[in-house]
Protein backbone atom coordinates (compact mmCIF):
# COMPACT_ATOMS: atom_id res chain seq x y z
CA UNK A 1 0.00 0.00 0.00
CA UNK A 2 1.17 3.31 -1.19
CA UNK A 3 0.28 7.19 0.23
CA UNK A 4 -0.20 8.97 -3.02
CA UNK A 5 -2.08 11.93 -3.94
CA UNK A 6 -5.20 9.79 -4.74
CA UNK A 7 -5.05 8.81 -1.41
CA UNK A 8 -4.99 4.84 -1.12
CA UNK A 9 -6.71 1.83 -1.94
CA UNK A 10 -7.19 -0.41 1.05
CA UNK A 11 -9.25 -3.05 -0.57
CA UNK A 12 -10.53 -4.51 -3.78
CA UNK A 13 -13.13 -7.03 -3.03
CA UNK A 14 -16.61 -7.90 -4.78
CA UNK A 15 -17.89 -4.86 -3.57
CA UNK A 16 -15.86 -3.32 -5.41
CA UNK A 17 -12.52 -0.66 -5.29
CA UNK A 18 -12.12 0.77 -1.73
CA UNK A 19 -10.11 3.90 -1.22
CA UNK A 20 -9.34 6.51 1.25
CA UNK A 21 -8.94 9.65 -1.02
CA UNK A 22 -7.38 12.73 -0.56
CA UNK A 23 -7.78 14.27 -3.44
CA UNK A 24 -9.74 13.76 -6.17
CA UNK A 25 -7.30 11.84 -9.04
CA UNK A 26 -8.31 9.76 -11.74
CA UNK A 27 -6.99 5.92 -11.34
CA UNK A 28 -6.82 2.82 -13.86
CA UNK A 29 -7.92 -0.30 -12.72
CA UNK A 30 -5.38 -3.14 -14.35
CA UNK A 31 -6.77 -7.01 -14.58
CA UNK A 32 -3.18 -8.84 -15.66
CA UNK A 33 -1.97 -6.07 -16.65
CA UNK A 34 -4.47 -5.09 -19.09
CA UNK A 35 -6.21 -1.52 -18.10
CA UNK A 36 -10.41 -2.35 -17.35
CA UNK A 37 -11.73 0.43 -16.12
CA UNK A 38 -10.92 4.32 -14.86
CA UNK A 39 -12.83 6.24 -12.46
CA UNK A 40 -12.44 9.83 -10.02
CA UNK A 41 -11.54 9.05 -6.63
CA UNK A 42 -13.89 11.72 -4.95
CA UNK A 43 -16.41 12.16 -8.15
CA UNK A 44 -16.98 8.29 -8.40
CA UNK A 45 -17.14 6.91 -5.20
CA UNK A 46 -19.60 6.75 -2.23
CA UNK A 47 -18.10 6.16 1.07
CA UNK A 48 -14.85 5.09 -0.19
CA UNK A 49 -16.17 2.93 -2.54
CA UNK A 50 -15.94 2.61 -5.91
CA UNK A 51 -18.63 -0.45 -6.90
CA UNK A 52 -17.82 -2.34 -9.95
CA UNK A 53 -19.80 -0.91 -13.00
CA UNK A 54 -22.79 -2.54 -13.86
CA UNK A 55 -21.76 -4.03 -17.31
CA UNK A 56 -18.36 -5.10 -15.33
CA UNK A 57 -19.97 -7.64 -12.58
CA UNK A 58 -20.51 -10.53 -14.69
CA UNK A 59 -17.55 -10.70 -16.12
CA UNK A 60 -15.58 -10.30 -12.51
CA UNK A 61 -15.88 -14.76 -10.72
CA UNK A 62 -11.95 -16.15 -10.52
CA UNK A 63 -9.05 -14.25 -9.60
CA UNK A 64 -6.62 -11.98 -11.16
CA UNK A 65 -3.76 -9.74 -10.51
CA UNK A 66 -5.16 -6.23 -9.97
CA UNK A 67 -3.18 -3.28 -9.88
CA UNK A 68 -4.84 0.08 -9.18
CA UNK A 69 -2.59 3.14 -10.96
CA UNK A 70 -2.54 6.53 -10.75
CA UNK A 71 -3.95 7.56 -14.24
CA UNK A 72 -0.98 10.46 -14.97
CA UNK A 73 1.84 9.85 -12.65
CA UNK A 74 1.41 6.04 -13.03
CA UNK A 75 1.95 5.45 -9.41
CA UNK A 76 0.87 2.14 -8.12
CA UNK A 77 -1.86 2.39 -5.50
CA UNK A 78 -2.50 -0.92 -4.82
CA UNK A 79 -1.32 -4.32 -5.95
CA UNK A 80 -2.57 -7.88 -5.26
CA UNK A 81 -3.89 -11.35 -6.71
CA UNK A 82 -7.69 -10.93 -5.75
CA UNK A 83 -10.26 -13.28 -5.61
CA UNK A 84 -13.63 -12.82 -7.05
CA UNK A 85 -16.94 -14.59 -6.75
CA UNK A 86 -16.16 -18.04 -6.60
CA UNK A 87 -12.58 -17.88 -7.45
CA UNK A 88 -12.57 -20.39 -9.13
CA UNK A 89 -10.30 -19.65 -12.53
CA UNK A 90 -8.97 -16.67 -14.25
CA UNK A 91 -10.98 -13.98 -14.73
CA UNK A 92 -11.09 -13.39 -18.41
CA UNK A 93 -12.58 -10.05 -19.65
CA UNK A 94 -13.46 -11.20 -23.33
CA UNK A 95 -16.48 -11.03 -25.74
CA UNK A 96 -17.21 -14.29 -27.65
CA UNK A 97 -15.11 -14.17 -29.99
CA UNK A 98 -11.96 -13.57 -27.26
CA UNK A 99 -11.64 -10.11 -28.14
CA UNK A 100 -10.63 -7.97 -25.09
CA UNK A 101 -12.88 -5.95 -23.67
CA UNK A 102 -13.09 -2.61 -21.26
CA UNK A 103 -15.18 0.11 -20.22
CA UNK A 104 -15.04 3.49 -22.32
CA UNK A 105 -16.02 6.84 -20.34
CA UNK A 106 -19.51 5.97 -20.24
CA UNK A 107 -18.49 2.65 -18.40
CA UNK A 108 -20.10 1.25 -21.45
CA UNK A 109 -18.05 -2.67 -22.22
CA UNK A 110 -16.51 -2.08 -25.32
CA UNK A 111 -13.32 -2.87 -27.37
CA UNK A 112 -10.62 -0.49 -26.59
CA UNK A 113 -8.55 0.82 -28.84
CA UNK A 114 -5.35 -0.05 -26.61
CA UNK A 115 -6.12 -3.90 -27.66
CA UNK A 116 -6.38 -3.41 -30.90
CA UNK A 117 -3.34 -3.17 -33.92
CA UNK A 118 -3.14 -1.66 -37.20
CA UNK A 119 -5.01 -5.04 -38.82
CA UNK A 120 -7.88 -3.62 -36.59
CA UNK A 121 -7.27 -0.27 -37.25
CA UNK A 122 -6.62 0.35 -41.00
CA UNK A 123 -10.35 -0.83 -41.86
CA UNK A 124 -11.35 1.68 -39.36
CA UNK A 125 -9.14 4.65 -40.88
CA UNK A 126 -10.66 3.57 -44.37
CA UNK A 127 -14.22 3.54 -43.21
CA UNK A 128 -13.51 7.03 -41.91
CA UNK A 129 -12.26 8.33 -44.78
CA UNK A 130 -15.02 6.96 -47.23
CA UNK A 131 -17.38 8.36 -44.75
CA UNK A 132 -15.43 11.73 -44.47
CA UNK A 133 -15.59 11.41 -49.05
CA UNK A 134 -19.48 11.22 -49.11
CA UNK A 135 -20.56 13.97 -46.40
CA UNK A 136 -17.84 16.09 -48.16
CA UNK A 137 -19.55 14.61 -51.71
CA UNK A 138 -23.22 15.81 -50.09
CA UNK A 139 -21.87 19.08 -49.31
CA UNK A 140 -20.64 19.19 -45.78
CA UNK A 141 -17.00 20.02 -44.33
CA UNK A 142 -16.87 16.86 -41.74
CA UNK A 143 -14.23 16.29 -39.66
CA UNK A 144 -13.02 14.06 -36.68
CA UNK A 145 -15.05 14.90 -33.40
CA UNK A 146 -14.70 14.23 -29.56
CA UNK A 147 -12.89 11.50 -28.90
CA UNK A 148 -11.01 11.11 -32.36
CA UNK A 149 -10.06 14.80 -32.68
CA UNK A 150 -8.70 14.88 -29.44
CA UNK A 151 -6.57 11.75 -29.66
CA UNK A 152 -5.16 13.10 -33.37
CA UNK A 153 -4.56 16.36 -31.71
CA UNK A 154 -2.62 14.91 -28.50
CA UNK A 155 -1.69 12.06 -29.79
CA UNK A 156 -1.75 11.98 -33.07
CA UNK A 157 -3.22 8.44 -32.87
CA UNK A 158 -6.53 7.09 -31.46
CA UNK A 159 -6.88 7.21 -27.20
CA UNK A 160 -6.55 4.03 -25.56
CA UNK A 161 -9.31 4.05 -23.77
CA UNK A 162 -11.40 5.36 -26.44
CA UNK A 163 -14.04 2.83 -28.72
CA UNK A 164 -15.62 4.19 -31.98
CA UNK A 165 -14.62 7.16 -34.10
CA UNK A 166 -16.69 10.04 -33.92
CA UNK A 167 -17.29 12.71 -36.70
CA UNK A 168 -18.97 16.07 -37.14
CA UNK A 169 -19.78 18.91 -39.05
CA UNK A 170 -20.91 22.24 -38.83
CA UNK A 171 -23.53 23.43 -41.44
CA UNK A 172 -23.31 26.90 -42.90
CA UNK A 173 -27.35 27.43 -42.59
CA UNK A 174 -28.58 29.25 -40.22
CA UNK A 175 -31.76 28.15 -38.53
CA UNK A 176 -32.79 25.06 -36.80
CA UNK A 177 -34.81 23.61 -39.60
CA UNK A 178 -32.24 23.56 -42.26
CA UNK A 179 -30.06 22.13 -40.05
CA UNK A 180 -32.26 19.09 -40.03
CA UNK A 181 -33.26 19.80 -43.47
CA UNK A 182 -30.04 19.19 -44.54
CA UNK A 183 -29.43 16.10 -42.10
CA UNK A 184 -32.26 14.07 -43.69
CA UNK A 185 -30.63 15.38 -47.26
CA UNK A 186 -27.29 13.46 -46.01
CA UNK A 187 -29.22 10.24 -44.98
CA UNK A 188 -30.73 10.45 -48.56
CA UNK A 189 -27.43 10.75 -49.83
CA UNK A 190 -25.68 7.97 -48.14
CA UNK A 191 -28.76 5.77 -48.21
CA UNK A 192 -29.01 6.35 -51.94
CA UNK A 193 -25.31 4.93 -51.77
CA UNK A 194 -25.87 2.05 -50.08
CA UNK A 195 -24.78 2.71 -46.46
CA UNK A 196 -27.22 1.78 -43.67
CA UNK A 197 -28.01 5.12 -41.76
CA UNK A 198 -29.56 5.37 -38.68
CA UNK A 199 -30.94 8.26 -37.35
CA UNK A 200 -29.87 9.52 -33.23
CA UNK A 201 -31.91 12.83 -33.73
CA UNK A 202 -32.70 15.37 -36.12
CA UNK A 203 -28.87 16.63 -36.65
CA UNK A 204 -27.36 13.40 -35.86
CA UNK A 205 -26.99 10.21 -37.78
CA UNK A 206 -24.84 6.61 -37.64
CA UNK A 207 -23.02 5.51 -40.28
CA UNK A 208 -22.52 1.44 -41.17
CA UNK A 209 -19.83 0.34 -43.05
CA UNK A 210 -19.15 -2.67 -43.70
CA UNK A 211 -15.31 -3.63 -43.73
CA UNK A 212 -13.22 -6.24 -46.12
CA UNK A 213 -14.40 -8.91 -43.55
CA UNK A 214 -17.68 -8.42 -43.15
CA UNK A 215 -17.59 -6.26 -40.03
CA UNK A 216 -19.94 -3.47 -39.69
CA UNK A 217 -18.88 -0.85 -38.07
CA UNK A 218 -20.65 2.23 -37.12
CA UNK A 219 -19.47 6.16 -37.58
CA UNK A 220 -21.41 9.01 -35.79
CA UNK A 221 -22.05 11.58 -37.19
CA UNK A 222 -22.53 15.00 -35.41
CA UNK A 223 -24.15 18.20 -36.69
CA UNK A 224 -23.87 21.52 -35.87
CA UNK A 225 -24.21 25.15 -36.93
CA UNK A 226 -23.41 28.54 -35.51
CA UNK A 227 -26.25 30.83 -33.44
CA UNK A 228 -25.25 34.44 -32.80
CA UNK A 229 -21.71 33.52 -32.29
CA UNK A 230 -22.05 30.65 -30.34
CA UNK A 231 -21.87 26.44 -31.78
CA UNK A 232 -24.45 24.16 -31.29
CA UNK A 233 -22.59 20.71 -31.92
CA UNK A 234 -24.67 17.34 -30.86
CA UNK A 235 -24.57 16.18 -28.40
CA UNK A 236 -22.71 18.22 -25.97
CA UNK A 237 -22.00 22.03 -27.24
CA UNK A 238 -23.10 25.03 -27.38
CA UNK A 239 -20.41 28.39 -26.24
CA UNK A 240 -19.08 31.40 -28.13
CA UNK A 241 -17.36 30.35 -30.80
CA UNK A 242 -15.77 32.26 -33.99
CA UNK A 243 -16.75 30.93 -37.53
CA UNK A 244 -13.02 31.25 -38.11
CA UNK A 245 -12.11 28.44 -36.00
CA UNK A 246 -13.74 26.15 -37.86
CA UNK A 247 -13.45 26.95 -41.50
CA UNK A 248 -11.86 26.68 -43.67
CA UNK A 249 -10.95 23.24 -42.67
CA UNK A 250 -7.41 22.43 -42.09
CA UNK A 251 -5.88 18.93 -41.32
CA UNK A 252 -4.76 16.65 -38.57
CA UNK A 253 -2.90 13.19 -38.24
CA UNK A 254 -4.65 9.96 -37.22
CA UNK A 255 -2.53 7.09 -37.12
CA UNK A 256 -0.85 8.09 -39.71
CA UNK A 257 -3.50 9.11 -42.11
CA UNK A 258 -4.10 13.22 -42.32
CA UNK A 259 -7.98 14.22 -41.99
CA UNK A 260 -9.34 17.62 -42.14
CA UNK A 261 -9.95 19.10 -39.11
CA UNK A 262 -11.41 22.20 -37.73
CA UNK A 263 -9.07 25.65 -38.69
CA UNK A 264 -8.55 25.64 -34.66
CA UNK A 265 -8.93 21.93 -33.56
CA UNK A 266 -7.69 23.42 -30.04
CA UNK A 267 -10.90 25.73 -29.32
CA UNK A 268 -13.22 23.12 -30.20
CA UNK A 269 -11.08 21.01 -28.01
CA UNK A 270 -11.52 23.47 -24.93
CA UNK A 271 -15.21 23.91 -25.95
CA UNK A 272 -15.78 20.21 -25.59
CA UNK A 273 -13.29 19.00 -22.66
CA UNK A 274 -12.90 22.49 -21.06
CA UNK A 275 -9.11 23.95 -20.78
CA UNK A 276 -8.02 21.15 -19.24
CA UNK A 277 -8.64 18.59 -22.31
CA UNK A 278 -4.32 18.09 -22.69
CA UNK A 279 -4.54 16.07 -19.29
CA UNK A 280 -5.79 12.36 -20.41
CA UNK A 281 -8.98 11.62 -18.76
CA UNK A 282 -10.38 8.25 -19.28
CA UNK A 283 -12.77 8.61 -16.85
CA UNK A 284 -14.22 12.13 -18.37
CA UNK A 285 -18.17 12.96 -17.86
CA UNK A 286 -19.63 15.94 -19.66
CA UNK A 287 -21.09 18.39 -17.85
CA UNK A 288 -23.19 19.49 -20.61
CA UNK A 289 -24.75 23.27 -19.32
CA UNK A 290 -28.97 22.87 -18.61
CA UNK A 291 -29.11 25.44 -21.29
CA UNK A 292 -27.26 24.20 -23.88
CA UNK A 293 -28.96 20.11 -23.30
CA UNK A 294 -32.31 22.22 -23.31
CA UNK A 295 -31.78 23.86 -26.50
CA UNK A 296 -30.32 21.05 -28.41
CA UNK A 297 -33.35 18.27 -27.14
CA UNK A 298 -36.10 21.28 -28.02
CA UNK A 299 -34.57 21.38 -31.48
CA UNK A 300 -33.21 18.08 -32.38
CA UNK A 301 -34.78 15.25 -30.20
CA UNK A 302 -37.44 13.57 -29.29
CA UNK A 303 -37.32 10.67 -32.21
CA UNK A 304 -35.79 7.75 -30.44
CA UNK A 305 -38.86 7.42 -27.83
CA UNK A 306 -37.94 3.47 -25.94
CA UNK A 307 -35.87 2.72 -29.24
CA UNK A 308 -32.71 1.54 -27.40
CA UNK A 309 -35.23 -0.55 -25.56
CA UNK A 310 -36.74 -2.29 -28.40
CA UNK A 311 -33.67 -2.77 -30.35
CA UNK A 312 -32.20 -4.16 -27.55
CA UNK A 313 -35.31 -6.82 -27.05
CA UNK A 314 -34.51 -7.55 -30.87
CA UNK A 315 -30.60 -8.35 -30.65
CA UNK A 316 -28.54 -11.28 -29.75
CA UNK A 317 -29.72 -12.83 -32.80
CA UNK A 318 -33.40 -12.92 -32.22
CA UNK A 319 -34.45 -10.80 -34.52
CA UNK A 320 -33.10 -13.25 -37.22
CA UNK A 321 -35.36 -16.21 -35.53
CA UNK A 322 -38.31 -16.79 -36.92
CA UNK A 323 -40.85 -17.30 -34.86
CA UNK A 324 -42.70 -20.73 -34.25
CA UNK A 325 -46.21 -21.50 -32.62
CA UNK A 326 -49.75 -20.42 -33.19
CA UNK A 327 -50.67 -16.70 -34.59
CA UNK A 328 -52.02 -14.67 -32.17
CA UNK A 329 -56.44 -14.56 -31.20
CA UNK A 330 -56.15 -11.40 -32.67
CA UNK A 331 -54.99 -12.46 -36.21
CA UNK A 332 -57.29 -15.20 -35.94
CA UNK A 333 -59.94 -12.75 -35.09
CA UNK A 334 -59.05 -10.23 -38.24
CA UNK A 335 -59.56 -13.40 -40.42
CA UNK A 336 -62.90 -14.64 -39.44
CA UNK A 337 -63.74 -10.71 -39.58
CA UNK A 338 -62.85 -9.87 -43.51
CA UNK A 339 -63.70 -12.13 -46.08
CA UNK A 340 -61.11 -10.88 -48.62
CA UNK A 341 -57.72 -9.39 -47.43
CA UNK A 342 -55.56 -7.61 -50.23
CA UNK A 343 -53.07 -6.03 -47.77
CA UNK A 344 -52.37 -6.96 -44.48
CA UNK A 345 -50.10 -4.32 -42.53
CA UNK A 346 -48.96 -5.35 -39.47
CA UNK A 347 -47.72 -2.34 -37.62
CA UNK A 348 -45.32 -2.54 -34.72
CA UNK A 349 -44.93 -6.30 -36.15
CA UNK A 350 -41.67 -7.43 -33.89
CA UNK A 351 -40.72 -10.63 -35.42
CA UNK A 352 -43.33 -10.74 -37.57
CA UNK A 353 -44.93 -14.27 -36.86
CA UNK A 354 -48.98 -12.94 -37.56
CA UNK A 355 -47.26 -11.28 -40.82
CA UNK A 356 -45.83 -14.51 -41.84
CA UNK A 357 -49.00 -16.14 -40.91
CA UNK A 358 -51.46 -14.13 -43.30
CA UNK A 359 -48.59 -14.72 -46.05
CA UNK A 360 -48.70 -17.98 -46.52
CA UNK A 361 -52.44 -17.73 -46.81
CA UNK A 362 -51.73 -15.96 -49.89
CA UNK A 363 -52.46 -12.31 -48.30
CA UNK A 364 -49.97 -9.45 -49.83
CA UNK A 365 -48.52 -8.49 -46.34
CA UNK A 366 -46.57 -5.70 -45.25
CA UNK A 367 -44.60 -5.28 -41.68
CA UNK A 368 -43.72 -1.99 -40.11
CA UNK A 369 -41.61 -1.97 -37.07
CA UNK A 370 -39.42 1.05 -35.23
CA UNK A 371 -36.83 -1.59 -34.27
CA UNK A 372 -34.68 -2.03 -37.56
CA UNK A 373 -34.70 -5.44 -38.90
CA UNK A 374 -36.89 -7.07 -36.39
CA UNK A 375 -38.53 -9.12 -38.76
CA UNK A 376 -34.99 -10.50 -40.68
CA UNK A 377 -35.64 -13.94 -39.84
CA UNK A 378 -39.00 -13.47 -41.44
CA UNK A 379 -38.07 -11.60 -44.20
CA UNK A 380 -35.54 -14.41 -45.17
CA UNK A 381 -38.34 -17.30 -45.05
CA UNK A 382 -40.60 -15.34 -47.25
CA UNK A 383 -37.96 -15.02 -49.45
CA UNK A 384 -37.36 -18.47 -49.57
CA UNK A 385 -41.22 -19.23 -49.88
CA UNK A 386 -41.74 -16.79 -52.72
CA UNK A 387 -44.04 -14.76 -50.40
CA UNK A 388 -45.41 -11.51 -50.72
CA UNK A 389 -44.09 -10.13 -47.56
CA UNK A 390 -42.48 -6.88 -47.02
CA UNK A 391 -40.82 -5.56 -44.06
CA UNK A 392 -40.59 -1.85 -43.42
CA UNK A 393 -39.40 0.32 -40.86
CA UNK A 394 -41.27 3.00 -39.30
CA UNK A 395 -40.91 5.55 -36.85
CA UNK A 396 -43.79 6.96 -35.05
CA UNK A 397 -42.01 10.10 -33.92
CA UNK A 398 -40.50 11.11 -36.88
CA UNK A 399 -43.72 12.62 -39.20
CA UNK A 400 -41.76 12.02 -42.71
CA UNK A 401 -41.68 8.43 -41.80
CA UNK A 402 -45.86 8.46 -41.06
CA UNK A 403 -45.97 10.67 -43.75
CA UNK A 404 -44.21 8.13 -46.25
CA UNK A 405 -45.70 4.74 -45.03
CA UNK A 406 -49.18 6.16 -44.98
CA UNK A 407 -48.70 7.69 -48.23
CA UNK A 408 -47.39 3.97 -49.28
CA UNK A 409 -50.26 1.85 -48.02
CA UNK A 410 -52.77 4.64 -49.42
CA UNK A 411 -51.90 3.72 -52.97
CA UNK A 412 -52.92 0.32 -52.72
CA UNK A 413 -56.22 -1.04 -54.34
CA UNK A 414 -58.69 -3.15 -52.27
CA UNK A 415 -59.55 -4.04 -48.93
CA UNK A 416 -56.70 -2.79 -46.56
CA UNK A 417 -56.70 -4.14 -42.98
CA UNK A 418 -54.19 -2.50 -40.43
CA UNK A 419 -53.54 -4.75 -37.23
CA UNK A 420 -51.99 -3.51 -34.37
CA UNK A 421 -50.66 -5.63 -31.39
CA UNK A 422 -49.66 -3.95 -28.34
CA UNK A 423 -48.36 -1.23 -30.06
CA UNK A 424 -50.18 1.10 -28.76
CA UNK A 425 -49.43 0.01 -24.95
CA UNK A 426 -46.02 0.27 -26.18
CA UNK A 427 -45.75 3.92 -27.52
CA UNK A 428 -46.46 7.07 -25.74
CA UNK A 429 -49.35 9.97 -26.64
CA UNK A 430 -47.38 11.54 -29.43
CA UNK A 431 -47.26 7.81 -30.86
CA UNK A 432 -50.50 7.35 -30.34
CA UNK A 433 -51.34 10.34 -32.48
CA UNK A 434 -48.95 9.31 -35.28
CA UNK A 435 -50.53 5.94 -35.32
CA UNK A 436 -54.25 7.30 -35.75
CA UNK A 437 -52.34 9.52 -38.85
CA UNK A 438 -50.82 6.92 -40.41
CA UNK A 439 -54.34 4.86 -40.21
CA UNK A 440 -56.20 7.86 -41.46
CA UNK A 441 -54.19 8.00 -44.37
CA UNK A 442 -54.10 4.32 -45.12
CA UNK A 443 -57.26 3.68 -44.68
CA UNK A 444 -58.55 6.52 -47.23
CA UNK A 445 -60.18 3.99 -49.10
CA UNK A 446 -61.86 2.35 -46.57
CA UNK A 447 -60.63 -0.75 -44.67
CA UNK A 448 -60.25 -1.58 -41.21
CA UNK A 449 -57.35 -0.90 -37.95
CA UNK A 450 -57.60 -3.54 -35.33
CA UNK A 451 -55.73 -2.75 -32.45
CA UNK A 452 -55.12 -4.67 -29.06
CA UNK A 453 -53.85 -3.45 -26.25
CA UNK A 454 -53.06 -3.57 -22.44
CA UNK A 455 -55.37 -1.46 -20.20
CA UNK A 456 -55.42 -0.16 -16.97
CA UNK A 457 -57.29 -2.05 -14.40
CA UNK A 458 -59.99 0.80 -12.38
CA UNK A 459 -57.86 3.29 -10.69
CA UNK A 460 -54.55 1.75 -10.96
CA UNK A 461 -51.53 3.71 -11.72
CA UNK A 462 -48.90 1.80 -13.61
CA UNK A 463 -45.36 1.72 -12.19
CA UNK A 464 -42.63 0.53 -14.67
CA UNK A 465 -41.16 -2.04 -13.59
CA UNK A 466 -37.71 -0.39 -15.07
CA UNK A 467 -36.30 0.43 -18.04
CA UNK A 468 -36.40 -2.69 -19.72
CA UNK A 469 -40.74 -2.78 -19.01
CA UNK A 470 -41.88 -0.87 -22.12
CA UNK A 471 -45.09 -2.42 -22.94
CA UNK A 472 -47.35 -0.43 -20.50
CA UNK A 473 -51.25 -0.72 -20.49
CA UNK A 474 -53.15 3.00 -21.29
CA UNK A 475 -56.35 4.54 -20.31
CA UNK A 476 -58.96 3.13 -22.91
CA UNK A 477 -61.15 6.43 -22.65
CA UNK A 478 -57.95 8.43 -23.86
CA UNK A 479 -57.01 5.70 -27.03
CA UNK A 480 -60.94 5.72 -27.90
CA UNK A 481 -60.44 9.57 -27.96
CA UNK A 482 -57.28 9.93 -29.70
CA UNK A 483 -59.01 7.75 -32.65
CA UNK A 484 -62.62 9.62 -32.19
CA UNK A 485 -60.30 13.04 -32.57
CA UNK A 486 -58.28 11.32 -35.67
CA UNK A 487 -61.87 10.80 -37.55
CA UNK A 488 -62.19 6.92 -36.62
CA UNK A 489 -65.13 5.24 -35.96
CA UNK A 490 -64.89 2.26 -33.20
CA UNK A 491 -67.29 -0.43 -34.54
CA UNK A 492 -66.02 -2.82 -32.26
CA UNK A 493 -64.83 -2.74 -28.78
CA UNK A 494 -64.30 -6.02 -26.27
CA UNK A 495 -62.53 -6.49 -23.61
CA UNK A 496 -60.61 -10.26 -22.69
CA UNK A 497 -58.56 -11.02 -19.13
CA UNK A 498 -55.24 -11.58 -19.75
CA UNK A 499 -53.54 -14.27 -18.29
CA UNK A 500 -50.44 -13.82 -17.22
CA UNK A 501 -47.23 -15.76 -15.97
CA UNK A 502 -47.10 -17.21 -12.38
CA UNK A 503 -48.01 -14.83 -9.33
CA UNK A 504 -49.34 -11.96 -11.79
CA UNK A 505 -52.75 -11.04 -11.66
CA UNK A 506 -54.98 -10.66 -14.59
CA UNK A 507 -54.29 -7.84 -17.35
CA UNK A 508 -57.54 -6.59 -19.12
CA UNK A 509 -57.07 -6.71 -22.82
CA UNK A 510 -58.83 -4.64 -25.43
CA UNK A 511 -59.87 -5.12 -28.62
CA UNK A 512 -60.79 -2.31 -30.53
CA UNK A 513 -61.60 -2.29 -34.66
CA UNK A 514 -61.97 1.24 -36.10
CA UNK A 515 -62.79 2.89 -39.46
CA UNK A 516 -62.44 5.85 -41.19
CA UNK A 517 -66.18 5.88 -42.82
CA UNK A 518 -65.92 8.60 -45.80
CA UNK B 1 -12.46 19.45 -16.40
CA UNK B 2 -15.24 17.45 -13.75
CA UNK B 3 -13.07 15.55 -12.11
CA UNK B 4 -12.28 18.43 -9.44
CA UNK B 5 -15.41 19.12 -8.05
CA UNK B 6 -15.29 18.64 -4.88
CA UNK B 7 -18.24 16.64 -2.61
CA UNK B 8 -17.81 19.13 0.12
CA UNK B 9 -18.21 21.87 -1.88
CA UNK B 10 -21.29 21.03 -3.51
CA UNK B 11 -22.70 20.29 0.31
CA UNK B 12 -21.96 23.52 1.11
CA UNK B 13 -23.33 24.74 -2.34
CA UNK B 14 -26.54 22.91 -0.98
CA UNK B 15 -26.95 24.49 2.45
CA UNK B 16 -26.33 28.16 0.75
CA UNK B 17 -29.23 27.33 -1.33
CA UNK B 18 -31.44 26.20 0.91
CA UNK B 19 -30.86 28.86 3.15
CA UNK B 20 -31.34 31.58 0.49
CA UNK B 21 -34.76 29.86 -0.02
CA UNK B 22 -35.92 29.74 3.28
CA UNK B 23 -35.05 33.81 3.08
CA UNK B 24 -36.74 34.08 -0.13
CA UNK B 25 -39.78 32.31 1.30
CA UNK B 26 -40.18 33.84 4.51
CA UNK B 27 -40.69 37.80 2.47
CA UNK B 28 -42.08 36.45 -0.72
CA UNK B 29 -44.53 33.93 0.51
CA UNK B 30 -46.64 32.64 -2.23
CA UNK B 31 -45.56 34.97 -4.56
CA UNK B 32 -42.02 32.30 -4.96
CA UNK B 33 -44.68 29.29 -5.77
CA UNK B 34 -46.53 31.65 -7.99
CA UNK B 35 -43.30 32.69 -10.16
CA UNK B 36 -41.23 29.71 -9.89
CA UNK B 37 -44.52 27.56 -11.82
CA UNK B 38 -44.91 30.50 -14.41
CA UNK B 39 -41.15 29.73 -14.74
CA UNK B 40 -41.84 26.32 -15.65
CA UNK B 41 -44.85 27.29 -17.66
CA UNK B 42 -42.62 29.33 -20.11
CA UNK B 43 -40.32 26.61 -20.32
CA UNK B 44 -42.20 24.50 -21.62
CA UNK B 45 -43.80 26.82 -23.70
CA UNK B 46 -40.51 27.21 -25.06
CA UNK B 47 -39.44 23.80 -25.75
CA UNK B 48 -42.94 23.58 -27.60
CA UNK B 49 -42.00 26.39 -30.07
CA UNK B 50 -38.53 24.80 -30.76
CA UNK B 51 -40.07 21.38 -31.36
CA UNK B 52 -41.89 22.95 -33.80
CA UNK B 53 -38.66 23.11 -36.03
CA UNK B 54 -38.81 19.05 -36.18
CA UNK B 55 -42.38 18.92 -37.36
CA UNK B 56 -41.61 21.81 -39.95
CA UNK B 57 -38.16 20.48 -41.31
CA UNK B 58 -40.21 16.89 -41.95
CA UNK B 59 -43.05 18.20 -43.48
CA UNK B 60 -40.93 20.70 -46.21
CA UNK B 61 -38.43 17.96 -46.66
CA UNK B 62 -41.55 15.65 -48.06
CA UNK B 63 -43.22 17.88 -49.92
CA UNK B 64 -39.61 19.16 -51.41
CA UNK B 65 -39.04 15.73 -52.48
CA UNK B 66 -42.69 14.53 -53.70
CA UNK B 67 -44.29 17.77 -55.50
CA UNK B 68 -41.96 17.98 -58.21
CA UNK B 69 -42.90 14.10 -59.67
CA UNK B 70 -46.37 15.45 -58.78
CA UNK B 71 -45.89 18.54 -60.99
CA UNK B 72 -44.99 16.00 -63.88
CA UNK B 73 -48.49 14.42 -63.54
CA UNK B 74 -46.79 11.00 -64.54
CA UNK B 75 -48.15 8.30 -61.99
CA UNK B 76 -44.99 6.27 -62.07
CA UNK B 77 -42.59 8.37 -60.75
CA UNK B 78 -44.60 9.63 -57.79
CA UNK B 79 -45.48 6.26 -57.09
CA UNK B 80 -41.53 5.76 -57.14
CA UNK B 81 -41.21 8.76 -55.55
CA UNK B 82 -43.48 8.05 -52.62
CA UNK B 83 -41.57 3.95 -52.58
CA UNK B 84 -38.05 5.57 -52.49
CA UNK B 85 -39.18 8.51 -49.72
CA UNK B 86 -40.10 6.04 -47.27
CA UNK B 87 -36.53 3.44 -48.47
CA UNK B 88 -34.16 6.42 -47.86
CA UNK B 89 -35.41 7.78 -44.44
Known sequence: MAVHGAGTVTAVDDAGVHVNPHEDTVVDVIFDGRRIWSFWTLRDTDDGLAGWPRMLKRFLDGTARISVVEHLSGSVLYEADVALGSGQGRIDIVDAEGRPLGLDKSNRIVTTFDTRDARHTKPLLDSTEKVLGELRDAGVAAFPAYGTLLGAVREQDFIGHDSDVDLAYVSREKHPLDVVRESFRLQRHLKERGYAVDRYSAAAIKVDVVEADGTVRGLDVFGGYFLDGRLYLMGEIGTPFEEEWIFPLGTCTLAGRTLPAPAKPEQLLEATYGPGWK?????????????????????????????????????????DKVPGGAPSSLARFVLEQEEDIDLLVDLGAGRGGDALWFARQGVSTITLDYAHGASNGVRRVAEQEGLDLDTSWVNLHELRSVFAQGARIARREGNVVLIARHLVDSTDARGLESLVRLA?????????????????????????????????????????????????????????????????????VARLVAEWQQ | MTGSSSKAGSSRAGLKDR???????????????????????????????????????????????????????????????????????
Request: charged content about 35%.
Open chain 1, 279 to 319: VPDPAFHFETPRTTYRRLNGWFRGNRVFRNEWDARYSGGVR
Open chain 1, 440 to 508: RMALVRGGRLYLELDLLRPGERYVPAGRRDIVRPKDLSSVERALSEGGAVIVHSTQTEDKRGSGQSERP
Open chain 2, 19 to 89: AVERLARAVAGDRLDQLQQRLDDLEAEIQECRQLNIRLAEVTDLVEQLLLPMAARDEEKIAAAVEKYSRTI
